[in-house]
T-cell receptor, first 116, second 113 residues
Framework: GAVVSQHPSWVICKSGTSVKIECRSL??????MFWYRQFPKQSLMLMAT?????????EQGVEKDKFLINHASLTLSTLTVTSAHPEDSSFYIC????????????FGQGTRLTVV | AQTVTQSQPEMSVQEAETVTLSCTYD???????LFWYKQPPSRQMILVIR??????QNATENRFSVNFQKAAKSFSLKISDSQLGDTAMYFC??????????FGKGTRLHILP
């Protein structure tokens, strides 16, 4: 299957700083990328949907000014957690869909963010 | 709103046994896709099997099969001849017309030696 690479795998940052997470489709073009948040032992909660070249669509309750999403190319989407606080600590996962493939979506390996 | 419900938070079975994970969903759409994803301790999401709602035939992938009951909005996963490597969190998921994938809360499956 297609490969989605997410970087970094884990990051620790100080409260008040910003952190950028990258999601790359390595061998395919992804017209749509999704960002999820997963709390320990819980399900994946969709945060936002990003389409290449357009603004991301955020789910209800997700602060768009806090979680900045950029999908500048068909192979790269980034999630920036701005002014991070301890409550933002979580596991963040991206997924990407192959253009014209129907329903297949591939997931990155996730990023564990710890804000201290 | 579309919802996905997994009523079994945790299950344990002996190796080589057959286990069935339950899932129900709610939607007003007539055409959609259903999935089962596996999340092992590495936390990498792995697609196990998918079902297209307009197909009546139940999907099968080797030891994994589903029982799709569209009228009942039920989508259970059967794992035959379970193996230690099947130990993982299993998520039932629904894809709506906006291509958003909505996940259930998951079932933690333990395969015991």
């Amino acid at each position: 299957g297609a490969v989605v690479s997410q970087h970094p795998s884990w990051v620790i940052c100080k409260s008040g700083t910003s952190v950028k997470i990258e999601c790359r489709s390595l061998d395919f073009q992804a017209t749509t990328m999704f960002w999820y948040r997963q709390f320990p032992k819980q399900s994946l909660m969709l945060m936002a949907t990003s389409n290449e070249g357009s603004k991301a669509t955020y789910e209800q309750g997700v602060e768009k000014d806090k979680f900045l999403i950029n999908h500048a190319s068909l192979t790269l989407s980034t999630l920036t957690v701005t002014s991070a606080h301890p409550e933002d600590s979580s596991f963040y996962i991206c997924s990407a869909r192959v253009a014209g493939s129907g329903t297949e979506a591939f997931f990155g390996q996730g990023t564990r963010l710890t804000v201290v | 709103a579309q919802t996905v419900t997994q009523s079994q938070p945790e299950m344990s079975v002996q190796e080589a046994e057959t286990v069935t994970l339950s899932c129900t969903y709610d939607t007003s759409e007539s055409n959609y896709y259903l999935f089962w994803y596996k999340q092992p301790p590495s936390r990498q999401m792995i697609l196990v099997i998918r079902q297209e709602a307009y197909k009546q035939q139940n999907a099968t992938e080797n030891r994994f099969s589903v029982n799709f009951q569209k009228a009942a909005k039920s989508f259970s996963l059967k794992i035959s001849d379970s193996q230690l490597g099947d130990t993982a969190m299993y998520f039932c998921a629904f894809m709506n017309r906006d291509d958003k994938i909505i996940f259930g809360k998951g079932t933690r499956l333990h395969i015991l030696p």
